[in-house]
């Protein structure tokens, strides 16, 4: 399939700017892929589409504070946004300059884009492709996104990072920092709709994907088989894997809540022989989940809606059914859903192949 054929004309005001009130307020597009039948609820109706057969699959991602803004010893002003933290508390991050600094530069972490300089410094150690290696040189990273450290919104978010996101581009159960990019689908619970899933006896496990900012990089090729996926790190762990070969032997659903835990759970499948059943996994993934592919664990999916063109409009096509997210998505925006990381969601089923 063409990379064209995933696009689709969006009003620039249905992307939300800003987080609704109240989390579980957001709306819930229910779309049944294989009845072609659309339900407008809220998100608080998410039980009622569950039964306590289900098992829902969280991603537990901590977002961090990832965006620094710093100077060059030169003066030139440079914005630092960290991709991955690695074990030797150096980072792999993306670098904005009007000058893409050297190897062994200095660079001096400051609050903002006009402030001045802290006693907070990264040099420059090296680059692998797009990014740069930093190590830091006065204080440690984690100081600096603590001091310093502004939420990573993403860029069809066009506004500066306030105290709220700091709270709301969270998950009420994220616990492991890691990510760049919030795991969407998450934001919308809330501890009293958490607790209301308890009280149904509807089961959880958790999975970990550390978002990476290449969630947010658009598809440049024509043909969608050519692209190369960024990699992000994952674990699948006994647990969650017990959890659901537990709900395949009481006749229920895998639900993901988002994409991420789609990727985690069909990532650590394929680690396995053709037909054998989930097994734990820890390490990166590039998984590609486009039309054509099987989806081996995952039965049902909570998601938001997802940018023309990308990576991810094609993932919930290839789970629903390419036409079927097509209508779905003209439904949402005649009927002027809120879109993206801010916005309003979907509840969708596996369409079945004949």
Do not use: W
């Amino acid at each position: 399939m063409k990379t064209a054929d995933f696009d689709f004309e969006l009003p620039a005001d249905l992307i939300a700017q800003v987080p609704l009130p109240e989390r579980s307020a957001s709306r819930l597009l229910s779309v049944d892929s294989n009845k072609g039948e659309f339900s407008h609820l809220t998100f608080r109706d998410l039980p009622q589409l569950l039964t306590s057969d289900d098992l829902l699959v969280f991603n537990n991602t901590r977002v961090l504070a990832a965006r620094l803004y710093a100077q060059k010893q030169t003066g030139g002003r440079v914005e630092i946004l960290i991709e991955r933290l690695l074990a030797d508390g150096t980072a792999l991050a993306h670098i904005r300059a009007s000058k893409s600094p050297r190897e062994g530069a200095l660079l001096l972490i400051t609050a903002d884009p006009e402030s001045d300089v802290s006693d907070l410094t990264v040099r420059v150690t090296g680059r692998q492709g797009a990014l740069f290696s930093l190590a830091p040189e006065a204080g440690t990273l984690e100081e600096m996104m603590r001091r310093f450290g502004h939420m990573p919104l993403p860029p069809y978010i066009e506004r500066d990072d306030t105290l709220a996101d700091r709270d709301r581009y969270q998950t009420l159960y994220g616990r492991r920092e890691g990510a760049v990019a919030a795991p969407t689908a998450g934001l919308h619970f809330d501890q009293t709709l958490l607790d209301q899933l308890d009280l149904a006896g509807i089961a959880k496990t958790e999975v970990t994907l550390h978002v990476g900012a290449g969630t947010f990089q658009p598809v440049r090729v024509d043909n969608i088989t050519d692209h190369t996926m960024h990699s992000e790190y994952i674990e699948v762990d006994r647990a969650c894997c017990e959890a659901v070969e537990a709900c395949r032997e009481r006749g229920g659903r895998v639900v993901a809540v988002g994409t991420t835990a789609v990727r985690s759970l069909e990532s650590a499948a394929v680690q396995g022989d053709e037909g054998s059943s989930l097994a734990p996994y820890s390490g990166d993934t590039d998984i590609f989940l486009y039309p054509s592919c099987r989806f081996r664990v995952v039965d049902a999916m909570v998601t938001n809606f997802h940018l023309p063109e990308s990576t991810l409009i094609m993932l919930v096509s290839a789970f629903a059914g390419v036409d079927t997210i097509r209508r779905a998505y003209r439904a949402a925006i005649d009927n002027r859903y809120r879109f993206f990381s801010y916005g309003d969601a979907m509840f969708l089923t596996k369409e079945r192949v004949v």
